[in-house]
């Protein structure tokens, strides 16, 4: 598998994921700067955390309209798997790849600590090492990772199998205290209608090494390489 990481101005996140990536396939992504217009011939391609632009105006905004987006954009229109955490999240709802939008948190407040995650669906290309139910514990550091989107796609998210991650209690329950930042219905990542574009706010990429405490994020990157492989 083949990937390519795109950094923005104000990406803190491009170490970890590439550390991540090289871990499952063997392979250092490309690092793709915002202002080229091309990318490599890739299987996957990540957009990672940080505060892209220094998050003015709106979270995401601005790098949503980086020359590099329209060939992301182009790419996840052809297949390619497209895997945007925290701030890349952000950006890829801003750009239209993804429906709804991130608020700032409920409280807030920064939030930097372990959570829990339930996998709804086992799918390719980034669930499929994990079981519907499994409960993953990794990382969330934002400021607004509140997912907002109305009733009506909510309910088409929801129907479509779209809802891939949700915060949760370690046992699975849902519950407004495990909620860190007041996400609509738990709500922590979701793909686009294709399946190859996944947002999530919390960072599997930080817990894939022991020695990191722990490898609960690792079955998404072990997924990915195992479905996009050459």
Not at 23 to 46: C, N, S
Not at 48 to 77: Q, W
Not at 163 to 186: E, I, K, M, W
Not at 199 to 204: A, D, K, L, Y
Request: glycine share 12%; net charge neutral; with cysteine.
């Amino acid at each position: 598998m083949k990937s390519a990481i795109v950094v923005f101005p104000g990406s803190n996140r491009e170490r970890d994921m590439a550390l991540a990536l090289k871990r499952a396939t063997g392979k250092d992504p490309v690092i793709v700067w915002h202002r080229g217009q091309e990318l490599p011939k890739v299987d996957l391609i990540a957009l990672p955390g940080g505060f892209a632009h220094g998050d003015y105006l709106r979270c995401g905004a601005m790098a949503a309209k980086s020359p590099i987006m329209a060939e992301v954009k182009k790419r996840a229109d052809q297949g390619v798997a497209i895997l945007a955490v925290c701030n890349g999240f952000q950006v890829v709802t801003e750009a239209g790849l993804l429906p709804g939008a991130l608020l700032p948190n409920a409280g807030l407040k920064f939030v930097c600590r372990d959570v829990h995650l339930r996998v709804e669906r086992s799918m390719r290309p980034f669930t499929g090492r994990y079981n519907a139910g499994t409960v993953i514990r990794v990382p969330v550091a934002h400021h607004d990772g509140n997912y907002y989107a109305d009733k009506d796609t909510l309910d088409r998210l929801e129907g479509e199998g779209r809802v891939l991650f949700r915060y949760c209690a370690p046992d699975g329950t849902l519950a407004d205290q495990h909620n860190p930042n007041g996400s609509a219905r738990f709500i922590a990542g979701i793909t686009n209608e294709r399946g190859n574009v996944l947002g999530m706010m919390p960072h599997p990429e930080d817990l894939v090494d022991p020695l990191l405490g722990g490898t609960d994020g690792a079955g998404l990157f072990q997924g990915l390489a195992e479905s996009l492989a050459a």
